[in-house]
């Protein structure tokens, strides 16, 4: 939390206080330290999470020194590290104190940090880094960066990222937050351009190799993503996190072979993980060798009992082997370690719809639609749970909930004008065709597979796509 060591002093020996402080704690006995030692005592029990220790030192700082004045500056740090940001914040506007002190206005920015209050935690770093020439300040630009973030104002969060970029604890999670903020901003080939830059920079970074082949597979461009991996393990082949990437970029693509083989290479050089045994029995899985993707998929739970990934291996090939009783049973332990990922939740109502267990498989597609409504397969799921269950109406109602929150998507369209022509209501069918074919003309092909002999031979529907392909040409 509070990582900013620039208003201490530089001759400090902080080992050696600590080192001093931790003997003293050990073996129960006093020793004086003065309000200075103790702030940055404390403050290095705040940069590792021991909020036991801060609080000793805390309260040491305040039974000796109770008239000093950074003493409230200490306090205010005890009562955020406990999660009392309003106390926080009252002892610092209550304290006698340097308003201009870079200290307390760090310590002020956490508070309304805390708070929610995130302009006013804004105005007070930039006020902090004024104090020290804004030279230095790195670590501040990265704190007002993630006050930036939860304003959602993602061009000022860049802009602070990159100047945060050489403070920065891990450059592997910087980046990460640069590429997400270009993302979010729409601006892929900027970012492709500033990691180009990063590597001009630095040739051997592993880290920016690793960003812009991130960037590119964001782009979708994974044959790209896949040659900036490559360098990142020329640069060091024991590198683990380059190997799942690209095996995760084969797998994607379809070259499963490619995977098998980069997995054998990832072995022989000691970077194998439980992660990059699951892609492999993924690969062999598609290839048709389930033996061996089963003894994969056991062989990466052996070496990690809390991967998802090994668990929803096995559930795929159970449900691929028409046991959806034993894949739901792997399924939901996927689910419960990943509870986030929809992939696991979706088989699940698969699973459950053969059983015909719709209460069960309508729970799992509910859970999906509480985490994500914007998604259009939520509404599809739905509506094919109602159509199972032999319920028309309440499938297209599933339909229009979805079209309220996603007018005019393409694929509930589709599924609507067959609902209605299902139920022979053309008329209908025939306008819902039409906007779904002004939405997406080629989806019609996906909409023809619903029910190919009686659909190509009703030669409205023929003719209203006849239409639209002439309008296209």
């Given at each position: ?32 330290f003065d309000a200075d030692e103790l702030n940055v005592i404390l403050e290095h029990y705040l940069r590792h999470n021991n909020v036991k220790k801060a609080n000793m030192a805390a309260d040491i700082a305040v039974r000796y ?191 499963f072979q490619d995977t098998i083989d980069l997995v054998n290479e990832a072995l022989r050089y000691n970077a194998e993980t439980a992660l990059l045994l699951c892609l492999y029995g993924e690969a062999k899985a598609k290839l ?186």
């Amino acid at each position: 939390m509070f990582d900013d060591d620039n208003f201490l002093d530089d001759d400090m020996d902080v080992k050696e206080l600590v080192d001093r402080f931790e003997e003293m704690v050990k073996e129960h006995r006093s020793c004086y330290f003065d309000a200075d030692e103790l702030n940055v005592i404390l403050e290095h029990y705040l940069r590792h999470n021991n909020v036991k220790k801060a609080n000793m030192a805390a309260d040491i700082a305040v039974r000796y020194h109770p008239n000093n004045p950074l003493v409230n500056i200490i306090k205010a740090k005890q009562f955020l590290v406990n999660s009392k940001a309003n106390e926080a914040l009252k002892t610092l506007k209550n304290a006698d104190i340097d308003r201009n002190d870079a200290d307390y206005l760090i310590t002020l920015a956490v508070c309304y940090s805390d708070l929610g209050e995130h302009q006013k935690a804004i105005n007070a770093y930039m006020k902090a880094a004024k104090e020290f020439d804004f030279k230095d300040c790195e670590d501040i630009y990265n704190y007002i960066a993630e006050e930036y973030q939860c304003l959602s104002d993602m061009e000022n969060a860049l802009k602070f990222l990159k100047l945060g970029l050489n403070g920065a604890e891990d450059i592997e999670n910087q980046y990460f937050e640069i590429r997400n903020c270009y993302s979010v901003l729409q601006k892929m080939d900027e970012a492709v351009d500033f990691f180009r830059h990063e590597i001009d920079l630095d040739p051997y970074s592993i880290a920016a190799w690793m960003a812009l082949g991130n960037c590119y597979g964001r782009m979708g461009m994974l044959d790209n993503a896949i040659e900036q991996f490559e360098y990142a393990i020329a640069i060091d082949p024991h590198y683990k996190k380059a190997y799942i990437d690209i095996a995760t970029a084969y797998n994607e693509l379809d070259r499963f072979q490619d995977t098998i083989d980069l997995v054998n290479e990832a072995l022989r050089y000691n970077a194998e993980t439980a992660l990059l045994l699951c892609l492999y029995g993924e690969a062999k899985a598609k290839l048709g060798d389930k033996e061996e993707a089963l003894r994969f998929f056991k062989k990466a739970m052996g070496m990690d009992d809390s991967l998802p990934e090994a668990y929803a291996g096995i559930g795929f090939l159970l449900s691929d082997e028409g046991d959806p009783l034993s894949a739901i049973k792997f399924l939901q332990h996927a689910h419960t370690l990943s509870p986030y990922n929809t992939d696991y939740m979706y088989v699940i109502v698969e699973e459950y719809n053969k059983l015909e267990d719709y209460d069960n498989a309508m729970k799992y597609v509910n859970e999906i639609l509480e985490l994500n409504p914007y998604d259009e397969n939520v509404y599809i799921a739905m509506m094919e749970c109602h159509v199972l269950k032999d319920d028309p109406e309440r499938a297209m109602e599933a339909l229009e909930r979805g079209l309220l929150i996603l007018p005019n998507n393409a694929p509930l369209l589709y599924r609507k004008a067959f609902l209605y022509f299902a139920q022979e209501k053309d008329e209908s069918g025939l306008l819902t065709l039409e906007m779904a074919l002004d939405s997406d003309y080629n989806g019609h092909i996906e909409f023809l597979n619903f029910d190919a002999e009686n659909l190509t031979s009703n030669p409205n529907i023929m003719d209203l796509i006849e239409e639209y392909r002439k309008k296209q040409s």
